[in-house]
């Protein structure tokens, strides 16, 4: 009658029947039952034999209908969880409707095998129809097609998928369970095998599952050409164009939501020939606006001459250049992107043949340190554009033997860098132990015949062992630097601190040489004696390994300083009085009477008194 039954009703109706049978086998089984049949026998009734196989066939009848309701109960409980008509709708029961349908197919296997008269294919077929159409019932609610093009086309999307997907497995969830039985049956299993044609299963869920991947395409569809609001050209002419596309693929987004919804067509219903018509036209229409869209592409690669800005171009069109039609159309520029790594490669290739004679060092930065930067930047110059390209893979021109030859050379190229930064490396590791233990064990402080300075005797090869291990720590793995060199470097800190006392010292004792006067040297004769004393540890004996050079260091450094401080402010003292006193002289005590030109000596205590004040004033200054 066109109907599409879930499993439930199959269910009722055999109870409904079992019920219906029973009443009356009870009602032929009565007593006055009994006495009609007596009757119709003593009299040869013809009506006799009527009556008995009436009686027979309910008895039979209620048997074969005890029988199935006996099994089919045992179903009920995993229908009831998702088949039983009630349509799922949330995401995570949704999900999980394939796991319940392999346990009703586990059950029907059981019917199948131990049931006297369910086990023909017309029922199990009849069954597991019924059950695809409350699968049925629970897509089409689960999608919600009056909507579903009202919603964000990811969230549309993520229905579509999740609904085929749950299609596919309760498919394969079927075939597993055929394969099965027959393979029990073929092992000596006494039921018959399942030779029945899916399309008698399945032709209806068929039906959907095309509707639901046409109403998927669209939903693509609209997806991709969002992404045109964010398309990005140099080129403001081509921006206008794109935005033109994106303002005509969002009316056709907005007439598909009318059309499916409130008071439009059900677009899920296979009947539906509205949509069929509708879906045709918006796919004719979609591969035109993608042959703008490659042409647009193209005049934008035209303007474009360099590998990085080919990646950005590509990234900023955010995977519409994959939609067929446009890649169709700009799938030779994906080529020449080859082309121009095989550019960069021969590029990277003169940059290290240079940087091999003279390595391409970092502001700052020791020889070794900066020699495996220089090959890691190249390095890492490659690996991006191998990453861009990597992701692309899924062009032609990507598996072409052009880019497989390309590829290859790459290899090659880090091959070599590999072994240059290999070669830097152990070079330095090699001899960096010895030279470091020379150095280490010389003086700590130097001393000029000549002027009797001082210097630090820190060799320029220890700080560059400091630089370097600094540099390599972040570049390779700690555990390959030399033993040597890291217990350096386990000792920056404390060779920070040594060196900046010894500079101080080495400054302010040198300072105290060149500034003092030879009528301050016997005043300080003794001190300076006493520092010389103390120093000459530093000159001969201590070195870079000595124990306790810290604190020893630390007292030299506070003498100096103490020797220092005084002497520069006895010099700041004396240049002060000095200045003083430049003033007491500066105007004359006494003047001349301008006409006569007489020394004026009236009034001679005022006179005085201006350059009085001024000499107990500094005098108490002095003191």
Request: charged share 25%; net charge negative; with cysteine.
């Amino acid at each position: 009658d066109g109907a599409n039954p879930c499993p439930m009703v199959e269910l009722d109706f055999w109870a409904a029947r079992r019920a219906n049978l029973k009443n009356i086998n009870e009602q032929l089984q009565s007593a006055k039952m009994q006495q009609l049949r007596q009757a119709l026998e003593a009299h040869g009734s013809s009506y006799a034999s009527a009556f008995a196989r009436l009686t027979t066939d309910v008895a039979e009848a209620l048997a074969e209908a005890d029988d199935i309701c006996l099994y089919l109960e045992t179903v009920r409980p995993f229908l009831e969880e998702g088949f039983s008509g009630e349509p799922v709708t949330s995401e995570e029961p949704f999900a999980l409707l394939p796991t319940t349908f392999r346990q009703v197919m586990k059950v029907v296997t059981l019917i199948w095998k131990h049931s006297q008269h369910y086990n023909t294919p017309r029922r199990v077929v009849v069954l597991l129809r019924e059950v695809l159409n409350a699968l049925i019932v629970s897509v089409t609610e689960f999608i919600a097609p009056q909507s579903v093009f009202g919603m964000e086309p990811q969230e549309a999307l993520g229905k579509t998928r999740l609904a085929l997907k749950v299609c596919s497995e309760v498919r394969a969830a079927f075939d597993a369970t055929r394969s099965a039985v027959n393979a029990e049956v073929a092992a000596g299993a006494k039921c018959a095998p399942w030779e029945f044609e899916n399309s008698l299963i399945f032709a209806r869920l068929a039906a959907y599952e095309e509707r639901v991947r046409m109403v998927q395409d669209i939903l693509m569809a609209i997806e991709d050409y969002t992404k045109l609001e964010k398309v990005e050209l140099s080129e403001e002419k081509l921006s206008k164009q794109i935005k033109w596309q994106f303002e005509q693929q969002t009316e056709e987004a907005t007439a598909w939501a009318k059309r499916t919804g409130e008071g439009g067509y059900v677009c899920l219903d296979p009947n539906e020939q509205r949509f069929v018509a509708d879906y045709q036209r918006y796919m004719e229409h979609t591969q035109e606006t993608d042959r703008r869209l490659g042409n647009l592409a193209l005049q934008a690669f035209a303007g474009i001459d360099d590998l990085e800005g080919s990646f950005k171009l590509i990234y900023s069109f955010q995977g519409l250049l994959d939609r067929p039609v446009v890649n169709a159309v700009v799938h030779g520029k994906y080529a020449d992107l080859v082309v121009r790594f095989d550019a960069e490669l021969d590029e990277v290739k003169s940059i290290f043949d240079q940087g091999q004679v003279r390595p391409r060092l970092g502001k700052n930065m020791p020889h070794t340190a900066g020699a495996l930067k220089f090959s890691k930047e190249l390095r890492d110059r490659l690996a991006m554009n191998v990453k861009q390209l990597r992701s692309l893979d899924a062009q032609p021109a990507l598996q072409s033997e052009e880019a497989q030859r390309a590829f290859r050379k790459y290899q090659q190229m880090m091959e070599l860098l590999g072994a240059y930064e290999e070669k830097v490396f152990q070079e330095w590791a090699s001899e960096v132990g010895a030279k470091s233990d020379v150095n280490l064990n010389r003086p700590l402080l130097n001393r000029r015949e000549e002027n009797r300075h001082l210097s630090v005797n820190f060799d320029p090869q220890l700080v560059a062992v400091l630089r370097e291990v600094r540099y390599l720590e972040l570049t390779k793995d700690a555990s390959e630097v030399p033993d040597k060199a890291a217990s350096i470097y386990a000792q920056h800190e404390t060779f920070r601190q040594l060196l900046g006392n010894l500079d101080i010292v080495t400054t302010e004792y040198n300072r105290i040489l060149d500034t003092v006067l030879h009528v301050e040297r016997p005043l300080i004769g003794q001190e300076l004696a006493e520092i010389d004393r103390v120093a000459e540890r530093a000159i001969s004996e201590l070195t870079w390994n000595s124990a306790g050079i810290d604190a020893y260091c630390l007292a030299l450094k506070e003498q100096v300083e103490d020797l220092s401080n005084r002497l520069q402010k006895s010099k700041t003292n004396v240049e002060a009085i000095v200045a003083a006193l430049a003033q007491w002289y500066k105007a004359p005590l006494f003047t001349r009477d301008p006409k006569s030109g007489l020394l004026v000596f009236a009034d001679v205590d005022k006179l005085l008194a201006p350059g009085r004040r001024m000499v107990e004033k500094d005098g108490q200054n002095f003191h």
